[in-house]
């Protein structure tokens, strides 16, 4: 598990437009938010993913770079970005079992034929623009998930502060 102020691994991404995300690449004036979801069959994504979508405006005034990733396959993806319009935020999908692991997600597998035969849980992870990790919250299941304007209001608040990471220890 990836402690704050560790570099946080580079990830390559396949987007559903057909384009490669790269970590290293990315330059955010302060962050890039990486917000990994279940996929597909999970209606709280659907709900989460929607609010995201609508607060991408809010992020981006902050210098902040976002990214939705799952372990969803090609096709599944792009139903994703088709049924939930998406937009412009964009849909990282192919994360695979060993990587997601590596985050520290929890690994599930699917309870019912609507679900994948196995999929991450829920996590969010906040990386500085010099590829460290500020802070994340991971999930064992669907619930409870971070609000995104308590994450922007925290941001608003790092920045003005100068507050550092916490939890490195």
């Not at 994340?136 to 608003?156: E, K, N, V, Y």
Request: charged fraction near 25%; include cysteine; hydrophobic fraction near 35%.
């Amino acid at each position: 598990m990836i402690k704050p102020t560790e570099q946080f691994p580079n990830l390559r991404i396949n987007l559903i437009n057909d384009t490669v995300w790269e970590l290293e690449k990315q330059d955010p004036e302060s962050f890039t938010l990486l917000v990994f979801y279940r996929g597909y069959h999970c209606p709280v994504c659907r709900k989460q993913l929607t609010e995201l979508k609508s607060k991408l405006g809010d992020f981006t005034e902050r210098g902040v770079n976002v990214i939705a990733i799952s372990m969803n396959d090609e096709e599944l993806a792009k139903k994703t970005g088709e049924e939930w319009k998406t937009d412009s935020l964009p849909i990282g999908y192919g994360l695979v079992e060993e990587t997601a692991r590596s985050l520290g997600l929890y690994i599930s597998n699917g309870i019912s034929d609507k679900e994948p035969a196995i999929f991450s849980e829920p996590g969010l992870f906040l990386v500085k623009k010099d590829g460290t990790l500020y802070c994340s919250s991971i999930q064992t299941m669907p619930f409870a998930r971070p609000a995104f304007d308590d994450l922007l209001g925290a941001i608003d608040f790092v920045k003005s502060k100068d507050y550092p990471a916490r939890g490195g220890k």
